[in-house]
């Protein structure tokens, strides 16, 4: 049996669909298929798949083009029970179609695993466009993150490092197909990190901070102080959590060790996952001091700094940290004046 062919455009190519590219190559049947990079209609005709090129949508016919004047789909459109509306570039429209087929294969899922193995195939599909393909969609079709004038460039983006490898305009050989699968080994790599570290580092964490959540009110009677006894990815899975238990907005202080400089450290909940701003940040009189001039402050012996934002503070005992936590708590300030500053 001849070997599928996958069809794109010739020519300078982007991240869209070097990655939409990428990806179908993850599905057995695509595994060995030969990428066919051109414009010519009867070329694209013999192709199994079609991405990027071809001005046709129909999913039935296996095409996926989203620059004709027509298409306005999103993933919401298309998978009513997703809430994401950025335009599709080729990368969401392979995405949308075979994600979950392609994160199963990267995790090596099949259907004789457990449902739970299933929901978390769910759960992956949406977070990998919130994080990472949505981004690329809205790249490839001109959508700006924000209105407004942009205080600074962003140039280290994933699209970014994709144009780069193409050939300059003055290179004497230019290989569009050396610096196509070079892309592609590119996005590959990054596409795979994301799916890898969701599954072996930011989903077992979310059973520490269920059980943090659990045992609040052993921690202090407020149920307002969560501790961890290691670090952890603990912030969105604590909103998710919260959600699902009907307590959104009553944590204010995660407390947990910082083995690298072997002290503990008070790290204030933010308003929202990526929000600057604190839902109680740490009172205004300790923010910017340090060591015992802090100790001072506070009446509290062993502490180590308070950061200038107030959104976090450091002690080294976790009993320490603790009684810091209880004291912010019994502060009664209830916004951060700069809570917009950059936290480092």
Same mark, same amino acid.
């Given at each position: ?142 959508? &700006? ?39 592609? &080994? ?72 910082? &083995? ?32 015992? &001039? ?51």
């Amino acid at each position: 049996m001849a070997a599928k062919k996958i069809g794109t455009h010739n020519g300078n190519f982007h991240c869209d669909e070097v990655l939409a590219c990428f990806m179908l190559k993850q599905l057995p049947e695509y595994k060995n298929a030969e990428i066919v990079r051109s414009r010519d209609p009867k070329m694209l005709d013999e192709c199994d798949i079609v991405v990027d090129v071809g001005g046709v949508f129909d999913p039935a016919r296996f095409r996926f083009d989203h620059h004709q004047k027509t298409f306005n789909h999103s993933f919401n459109s298309l998978v009513p029970e997703m809430r994401f509306v950025t335009k599709l570039s080729s990368a969401g429209l392979i995405y949308v179609h075979f994600g979950k087929e392609i994160i199963k294969q990267s995790l090596g899922i099949t259907e004789k695993n457990s449902d739970e193995s299933k929901d978390l195939v769910n759960l992956f599909y949406e977070r990998i466009y919130e994080k990472f393909i949505e981004e690329i969609d809205a790249n490839d079709n001109g959508i &700006e993150q924000k209105d407004g004038q942009a205080r600074f460039a962003i140039t280290t983006t994933l699209a970014s490092r994709v144009a780069a490898l193409n050939p300059a305009w003055n290179d004497e050989v230019k290989d569009e197909t050396a610096s196509f699968y070079k892309a592609m &080994e590119l996005v590959g790599k990054e596409f795979l990190d994301r799916v890898k570290f969701l599954y072996k580092i930011w989903w077992p964490a979310r059973g520490l901070v269920k059980d943090a959540v659990a045992k609040r009110f052993e921690v202090d009677p407020s149920g307002q102080i969560i501790a961890f006894e290691s670090g952890c990815p603990w912030k969105e899975h604590l909103f998710l959590i919260e959600k699902e238990l009907g307590i959104d907005d009553s944590i204010k202080y995660v407390i947990l060790p910082d &083995e690298a400089n072997k002290k503990w450290s008070i790290i204030c909940v933010p308003a929202s996952p990526n929000s600057f701003q604190s839902r109680l940040p740490l009172p205004a009189a300790w923010r910017g001091i340090r060591d015992q &001039e802090l100790s001072d402050l506070i009446g509290l012996e062993g502490c180590i700094f308070c950061h200038a934002t107030g959104f976090c503070g450091g002690h080294s005992t976790r009993e320490g940290i603790l009684t810091m936590a209880k004291k912010a708590l019994g502060s009664g300030e209830i916004s951060c004046e700069n809570g917009a500053a950059n936290r480092h």
